[in-house]
């Protein structure tokens, strides 16, 4: 017999719909889900925190809470990112231990715990946290392809796993690239070796193989396999949990679901994918083999083509392909899974747009230190010199990262109390994992994208852009209304954007087009109003938000001093003066949405 591991609301939406669906859109479907006895639910971790406080304006916690009530037969599961939990940072151990019995406490009852780097210090912590709270460990490997990723090593490494208390394990093949042998071989090979626990193969439809690469899993002994109910399946999500249901049907893996069920179930997601569709892409609907080359995951990719062709740019969607395969081996052939796909992803970006390694994120200085674990392979010695400077073995750790964490849930707690919000421990972890979208949800300001009952969005709708422009290109006039008025010049006159989607989670990106901005009778001001070209102007390279200002006005700073930080496609970026001189003028305030190009201070 084998089970089903169901990721309906959960990886499903994150890999197809931008991890938006709605709590009100779960909650009606969620007694007969309960009656099909999967083997665990995936509700909650992953991208589902972050983006339901930063743009659904829902309490993640209230929503774990509601579905553990609804649907108390099924194992509720969320995906763990070890010591990162549900951000892109480590944490240290007290804030970790807090995590793992508040979502205990609050309806989790599986745990699936990674680490990006397969660095098992990492996991180690979250893993006791989980079995001193009574659930269930589900420890993963990131599933990638390099010279260094071979059978053996997630054999060996699998031993270990079981070895630290895991209760099941998981091969988790984020970018849907496993092969039917390779996964014929690595849980044949574990269950040669001796290891006794339930496995589980977690993939996606993206490179077209999954199909038959379940099918050789079973063969070889696999116990469970992550699937999603079908209109919210293949492309970049997960394989269509009926079809796997009747596959096996009469065999002696038999699932003995009951298929009716699931087809009940099914005519109820196929109306949350019409009521949907304003996120509707193409592209994430589509095999695409040559992941199998890039190995960039299929979310990352679902918006990039068709944005590119609309800013005349089409040229560096493979560029960035390219370039993104070419940091990852540079950088030590990590596995392209959150935290390290953004920082990856987002690094091969910058060079495309300034230049190889001309801007460098804090994330990868970060990683390149050794800051989020171990890479898999020693990271290119030239790289680390351009990253970290000449003296950068001075600069790279061999201890486990959290460990020069000071502890951290107090000071947040004692923090958050000065805000006047309500004081619950679940509220102090929102602030404590996502200090300033969490402050702002918890202070009531934040602001729904959109809410279950206005859904389907009409065509003019402002979210509606992106579907309208893939699907009807010949419509401009559509979704030029409903671009901001100061954007309606046409496209030779605006900053162009694309969008790149990151394990189904979206960042735009802004691209100033060759001239600047070109505004009738005001060729040296910027579309806000304000000054675009000044002497000493200090400007934005990205779209983003000014997390830090570091300077104020009269203060003296050198050539190459970090005057602000501003947070761009979820990665910081360190913003530095290009000369010596003095603070004349400060244009932003932290909080700022800034563009590409807008213009920050003034030096001189």
């Known amino acids: 017999m084998v089970q089903l591991h169901e990721m309906i609301l959960r990886d499903a939406h994150q890999s197809m719909l931008a991890t938006r669906m709605r709590t009100e859109d779960m909650l009606p479907i969620a007694?007969?889900?309960d009656q099909v006895g999967f083997f665990s639910l995936e509700v909650w971790g992953g991208a589902t925190f972050d983006v339901s406080i930063r743009y659904l304006n829902q309490d993640p916690w209230e929503r774990l809470r509601q579905l553990k009530k609804a649907m108390p037969n099924t194992p509720l599961q969320m995906l763990e990112r070890a010591m990162n939990i549900v951000a892109y940072r480590n944490f240290p151990d007290d804030v970790v231990k807090k995590f793992i019995y508040l979502a205990k406490k609050n309806g989790c009852d599986y745990f699936r715990i990674f680490d990006a780097l397969n660095d098992l210090r990492n996991m180690e912590t979250p893993m006791k946290a989980v079995k001193e709270n009574g659930g269930h460990v589900q420890a993963c490997l990131s599933?990638?392809?390099?010279?260094?990723?071979s059978v053996d090593y997630f054999i060996t490494r699998f031993k270990q796993l079981e070895k630290m208390g895991a209760?099941?394990?998981c091969v988790k093949d984020m970018a849907g690239m496993i092969s039917p042998q390779r996964a014929y071989d690595i849980v044949k090979g574990c269950k040669d070796a001796g290891v006794k626990l339930p496995m589980d193969l977690h993939s996606h439809c993206t490179s077209g193989m999954t199909g038959m690469a379940y099918q050789r899993a079973v063969e070889a002994g696999i116990d469970i396999l992550d699937t999603a109910i079908s209109p919210i399946s293949g492309g970049t999500a997960a394989p269509a949990t009926e079809s796997i249901v009747a596959a096996l049907h009469g065999t002696e893996w038999d699932t003995h679901y009951d298929l009716k069920?699931?087809?009940?179930?099914?005519k109820y997601f196929l109306?949350?994918?019409?009521?949907y569709r304003h996120l509707h892409?193409?592209?994430?609907?589509?095999?695409d083999p040559s992941v199998t080359l890039h190995q960039v995951p299929g979310g990352m990719l679902s918006n990039l083509i068709f944005q590119l062709e609309e800013q005349g740019a089409r040229d560096k969607y493979r560029e960035i392909l390219d370039e993104t395969a070419r940091v990852r081996e540079e950088l030590g052939y990590p596995p392209l899974v959150t935290p390290t796909s953004q920082v990856v992803g987002v690094q091969a970006?910058?060079?495309?747009l300034h230049g190889r390694y001309k801007v460098i994120t804090k994330e990868t200085k970060d990683y390149c230190k050794g800051m989020y674990g171990k890479p898999p392979a020693p990271i290119k010695p030239e790289i680390m010199k351009t990253v970290l400077g000449p003296q950068w073995k001075d600069e790279v750790i061999d201890c486990r990262p959290s460990d020069l964490l000071e502890p951290m849930w107090e000071k947040r707690k004692s923090e958050l109390k000065e805000h006047g919000v309500k004081m619950t421990d679940e509220n102090v972890m929102t602030y404590t994992i996502y200090p300033q979208v969490g402050l702002k949800f918890l202070k009531g300001e934040a602001v729904a994208e959109f809410y279950s009952d206005e859904l389907p969005l009409p065509i003019d709708h402002v979210l509606t852009r992106g579907m309208v422009r893939q699907s009807f290109p010949e419509l401009k006039q559509i979704w030029l209304e409903t671009e901001p008025p100061e954007n309606r010049a046409g496209p030779a006159q605006i900053p162009t954007e694309f969008e790149v989607e990151v394990d189904g989670e979206p960042f735009e990106v802004k691209v100033t087009p060759t001239g600047g901005y070109l505004v009738a009778g005001a060729e040296d001001v910027a579309p806000q109003g304000k000054p675009k070209d000044i002497e000493g102007g200090v400007k934005s390279s990205m779209q983003g938000t000014i997390l830090k200002i570091k300077v104020k006005t009269g203060d003296k700073v050198k050539e190459g001093e970090i005057i602000a930080t501003i947070e761009a496609m979820k990665m910081e970026q360190e913003i530095k003066s290009e000369t010596a001189g003095e603070v004349k003028e400060i244009f932003v305030k932290e909080g700022d949405s800034v563009s590409n190009g807008d213009l920050l201070m003034q030096i001189l």
């Open 281 to 287: 892409r193409f592209d994430a609907l589509k095999i």
């Open 261 to 266: 069920l699931l087809i009940e179930i099914r």
């Open 167 to 169: 209760d099941s394990l």
């Open 31 to 33: 007694e007969k889900v």
């Open 349 to 352: 970006v910058m060079n495309v």
């Open 271 to 275: 109306e949350i994918w019409g009521k």
């Open 143 to 149: 599933y990638t392809i390099s010279p260094v990723h």
